[in-house]
């Protein structure tokens, strides 16, 4: 390929500093591949659309080596939820759901305006010399079969950039998508939403939230927090056809609010202004393919869909998180291109599933028609009575409960208790010897795959040997990005390599106990589990994952 000498050259050019594209780039850095993030915006977005953070994602900003505890630090954590119907003269309640007991170290996930998210995730870029160049509009880009080429306009005109791959985070309209061809399939609904961010006092501690879902028979009011005292209501206003529309209003939104949410809303002076105020429509649709040759799709560019359950962003920084260890090892020749292609059947899959959810969420929110609403409210609550129903409703919101066992990177069959291939690696915690609590996703970095191999008591140097047999099935160059764990049930010698003691046994018995090593992911899903020095799982997954055996 041939470079003109003034054309900017990069690994991985990315459309838009949205939360999805610094993620991204956050994500490529880490495993050094440099990226390029070309935004329209001159300036940070200053209103908030995404509010909840699930644990997932903070998993995945731990990993990353974001400071999370100080970026949560403040922020409202998300404790339960209260679903009521209202019958037009009082509130029912209907459901409390408590998420206390989420499986992650970050509980359910904490409410943070958008701004802030996409600012901590501005300032981690800096901090890494990660380039993020402002008023830059991607124009076009190309696949040249050995690159991509991009124009990307500016203050002082067009420029040509180069770079191994690009990758589209340039949201609902993405200027990428239009260019790949590619189809936006799914609807719009002509229901309209309005949003008022209101200062409100529902009681208790500020820091916990408690999400309030209100289903009215003209349409359903949620109250979700912003930060501690402030509120963002949500409410459904009917259907809209045509030119048939209107600004929203304060008055508009409390007159709402008086009618559908009278005996939820807490008591005490009304809000006489709110911080945001706006209105929206839903679209449901997802890119027929994230991938076209070296061009891809990731976040609102790829999929949109209703707000229920504040799936969108956190769904758009795992696309991020499972593209950008794949992009960095075939740039770096460590595996084939057709590992590529696993992003697009492992995200769309996914992506596919919450749409539909969210799709099943809205309508079910809306009630319509009547006949079914009235069944709803009888059928919902005893359904929720179920604590595993209820356990997974909160790991599927949350997405800790998100899998790529039924992907192509998973067709191994060895299990780790209940862990297989596409698992998420779970919230286990070795308990060492002096009391002290190791949550074993702390051992998870982006920056390399993670070999663990564990013992019980009856088998002790059962986890040093299995490692020795999983390392050596490795190729070179995916060894050296891997770094190796012991797990023992006893406090006894390790070989050498690092170790920590399990003394309570809870996370090898969580394992299936005896001996035997797994393979996690960069982006923290398990790759492959090995017993007995048998290595044919993670031959396969090498095999599968196109991984270059050298
Ligand atoms: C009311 C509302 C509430 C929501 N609440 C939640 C929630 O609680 N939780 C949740 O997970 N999600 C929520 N979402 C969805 C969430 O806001 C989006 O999924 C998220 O912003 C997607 O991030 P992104 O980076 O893909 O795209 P965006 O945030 O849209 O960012 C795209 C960026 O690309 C830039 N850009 C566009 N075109 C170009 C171009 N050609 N060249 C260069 N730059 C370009 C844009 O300026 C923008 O900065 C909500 C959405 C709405 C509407």
């Given amino acids: 390929m041939r470079f003109s000498m003034d054309a900017l050259e990069t690994d991985v050019i990315i459309a838009g500093a949205g939360p999805v594209g610094l993620s ?8 050094g591949t440099r990226a390029i993030v070309f935004e329209s915006n001159t300036e940070p977005a200053t209103t908030s659309r995404a509010l909840a953070i699930w644990s997932r994602t903070w998993e995945h900003f731990e990993a990353l080596g974001l400071d999370v505890p100080a970026a949560t630090q403040g922020a409202v954590a998300v404790s339960g939820a209260r679903l009521y119907a209202h019958d037009g003269s009082s509130a029912r309640e209907l459901s409390e759901l408590s998420f206390d007991d989420a499986p992650s170290q970050h509980g359910m996930g904490v409410c943070m305006p958008q701004t802030e998210t996409e600012r901590m995730l501005l300032d981690a870029c800096a901090a890494r010399g990660i380039e993020i160049q402002r008023g830059r509009t991607l124009k076009s880009a190309f696949d040249r079969g050995d690159a991509t080429e991009c124009v990307i306009a500016g203050a002082h005109g067009d420029q040509l950039v180069r770079a191994a791959y690009t990758v589209g985070c340039d949201g609902a309209h993405s200027t990428i998508r239009h260019g790949m061809h590619v189809e936006f399939q799914g609807e719009g609904l002509q229901e309209r939403f309005v949003l008022a961010d209101l200062k409100l006092d529902f009681g208790g501690a500020p820091q916990q939230g408690v999400l309030r879902v209100i289903w009215h028979a003209e349409g359903v009011v949620a109250f979700i927090p912003v930060r501690a005292g402030i509120w963002r209501v949500f409410a459904s206003t009917g259907t809209v056809t045509g030119n048939n529309t209107r600004a929203v ?35 449901e649709r997802v890119a027929s393919c994230f991938r076209e040759g070296r061009i891809f799709l990731a976040g609102d560019a790829a999929h949109v869909h209703s707000p229920v359950g504040g799936q969108g962003m956190n769904a758009g920084i795992e696309d991020a998180m499972n593209l950008a260890w794949k992009l960095d090892l075939v740039r770096r020749g460590s595996a084939r291109d057709e590992l590529l292609d696993t992003y697009d059947a492992e995200r769309r899959r996914a992506v596919e599933r919450i ?23 009888w059928v919902v609550p005893f359904v929720l009575q179920s ?13 800790l ?25 779970p919230n286990l915690v070795a308990v060492d010897e002096t009391g002290v ?54 406090a006894q010698g390790s070989g050498g390599m690092s170790m920590l003691h399990d003394r309570s046994g809870g996370a090898v018995a969580a394992l299936g106990g005896g001996a035997g090593a797994l393979l996690v992911r960069p982006d923290g899903y398990v790759a492959a589990v090995s017993h007995d020095g048998d290595s044919s799982d993670v031959a396969r997954f090498l095999r599968d994952a196109s991984l270059v055996n050298a």
């Fill in 24 to 31: 991204l780039a956050l994500a490529l850095e880490s495993r």
């Fill in 401 to 425: 409960s998100l899998s790529y066992s039924r992907g192509p990177l998973a067709k191994a069959a060895a299990r780790a208790g209940k862990l297989r291939a596409g698992a998420r690696f």
């Fill in 387 to 399: 604590r595993g129903v209820r356990a997974r409703l909160r790991d599927s919101v949350s997405q």
């Fill in 249 to 283: 209003s304060l008055d508009e939104v409390m007159e709402i609010l008086a009618r559908r949410a009278h005996g939820v809303m807490p008591d005490g002076p009304l809000p006489t202004s709110a911080e945001w105020l706006s209105e929206f429509y839903v679209q």
């Fill in 437 to 490: 609590h190791c949550p074993l996703q702390s051992l998870l970095t982006y920056k390399r795959f993670l070999a663990l191999g564990w013992e019980d008591a009856q088998h002790v140097g059962g986890a040093f040997s299995s490692i020795q047999s999983m390392m050596t099935a490795l190729p070179e160059r995916l060894r050296s990005q891997t770094q190796s764990q012991l797990l023992s049930s006893t």
């Fill in 355 to 377: 749409v539909r959810s969210t799709a099943v969420a809205l309508r079910l929110a809306l009630g319509k028609p009547r006949v079914l609403a009235r069944l709803r409210n």
